[in-house]
């Protein structure tokens, strides 16, 4: 099968019972696909059928897609709006003539107003584990979005951490805990509203193209998960060269970028949007690290002003700076390098910016350990071998063996992590 060729479509009524049985099986009832149907499942699924069939219900034809393969339909996933949902879950609930096998007073609300409720999605048996899943859950985040509204989200049963961990690396986010259908879920989140944007203000624009115009970095930007803009200061002088620089006060050597441009270059930003940090890069700064990584990575806006020549005028750093930022102990000859490595270290940890989420989560220092080696085919070159336990397929060990060697590792050659 070739993934490419699935349709994605809305459901109509006719789908209907496909929606009933996707719902039943959604619920652990995978008997709903079984041939021959035994009697009372028969029954069930046309009385479930009956729900989908009308509008006003949660398990409505209407809030379903539907993924199809050269016409037939192999998957479905049903979400709606949570504005009314307890009015619309009492009236679902109240069509089901059959006593539920779980106390429906005892349930907590799945979901609320400001949600888009991913509800359930099931794929055919013969199907799954082929990424059909998540091509629904792609082009229903997308519905949510184009309905505007903040946040769309979904219940994952916590023993089961491969699907937490598909959902994570679409963007969802842990938000806490709910009792339904007689067993606790852990509920995930996804923010639908803008992108994080990071503002670099330069006065050599195109040292940062390449490099943001480039593989993970750029697919970010395509997916919408980040915007960059880079600013050039020459553009904000008034001078007729664009000069952004003078000689120093004081009569020492060098040159120093002068204020003006970069006042205004930030003050139009400001006035645009609220910014959480306009960032300075300097030698002279705050160290940094993964976790101001993770911190960054987590605000809606942000400025990174590169210096050049001397560094910036002295007023700028007291007057507009939030923060200011080194990475490490050596002297650049401007901020370009430094705002791309920052740049660089908060989008890749953005969620859903690398595929498999897992991978970013487990690099070094995200843990305060390294991380373990990794090898791949083949399993022996030259005589060099792949340690025996990850060719085992024993889950349990290899996880075992990667954090023996991640502690290992970290005490011989960085100690000093493991002292915080
Ligand atoms: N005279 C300054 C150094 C200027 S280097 C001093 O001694 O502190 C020119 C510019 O490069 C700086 O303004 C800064 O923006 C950038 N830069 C140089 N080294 C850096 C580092 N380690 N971290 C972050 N930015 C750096």
């Known amino acids: 099968m070739n ?5 994605i479509r809305p459901a109509n009524f006719d789908d209907s019972e496909f929606v009933a049985k996707s719902v039943m099986a959604a619920l652990g009832n995978d008997e709903v696909y079984a041939v021959p149907l035994k009697k009372e499942i028969k029954a069930t699924i046309e009385k479930i059928t009956s729900i989908c069939q009308r ?3 949660l398990y409505s034809w209407k809030n379903t897609i539907i993924a199809e393969i050269d016409g037939k339909p192999i998957a479905s996933l049903t979400a709606y709006d949570g504005t009314n949902y307890k009015e619309i879950k009492e009236r679902t609930f109240s069509l089901f003539d059959e006593p539920l096998d779980f106390d429906v007073d005892l349930m907590q609300d799945e979901t609320r107003e400001g949600e888009y409720y991913i509800d359930s999605a099931t794929v055919l048996p013969e199907y799954r584990n082929q990424g059909i899943g ?4 792609i082009a229903s985040i997308e519905k949510g979005k184009e309905l505007g509204i903040p946040h769309v989200t979904l219940l994952v049963n916590p023993h089961n951490p491969k699907a937490k961990r598909l959902y ?9 805990e709910v009792y339904v259908f007689g067993e606790y879920y852990q509920r995930m989140k996804l923010d639908t509203t803008e992108p994080m944007r990071i503002d670099i203000l330069t006065v050599l624009p195109e040292m940062l193209e390449g490099f943001l115009n480039c593989s993970i970095l750029a697919r970010a930007q395509k997916k919408g998960l980040v915007e960059i803009h880079v600013h050039n200061l020459r553009d904000w002088t008034l001078d007729k060269h664009k000069r952004v620089d003078d000689y120093p006060y004081g009569g020492c050597a060098g040159m120093v970028m002068q204020c003006e441009p970069i006042d205004r270059c930030i003050e139009s930003l400001q006035k645009e949007r609220e910014y959480d940090e306009v960032i300075f890069t300097t030698p002279d700064g705050e160290q940094f690290d993964q976790p ?10 942000i400025i990174i002003l590169c210096g050049h020549f001397k560094g910036v005028d002295y007023r700028i750093r007291e007057h507009l700076i939030t923060k200011e930022v080194s990475i490490g102990d050596y002297v650049l000859t401007g901020g370009e390098l430094a705002a791309a490595v920052m740049t660089d270290a908060i989008v890749r940890i953005i969620p859903g910016v690398i595929g498999d989420e897992q991978s970013a989560l487990s690099d070094s220092f995200q843990d305060n350990l390294l991380a373990p ?7 022996n070159y030259k005589g060099w071998k792949v340690p025996e336990v990850l060719l085992s397929g024993h889950e349990k060990n290899i996880r075992n063996w990667e954090l023996e060697q991640a502690i290992e590792r970290t005490k ?9």
């Open 55 to 57: 509008e006003d219900v």
């Open 373 to 379: 080696p990794v090898y791949t085919r083949p399993a």
């Open 134 to 137: 998540k091509k629904l859950l």
């Open 412 to 420: 011989r050659l960085r100690p000093d992590l493991l002292k915080n």
């Open 168 to 176: 994570r690396s679409l963007g969802f986010r842990e938000a806490g």
């Open 292 to 301: 101001m990584a993770n911190s960054f990575s987590m605000k809606k806006n």
């Open 3 to 7: 993934i490419d060729t699935i349709k």
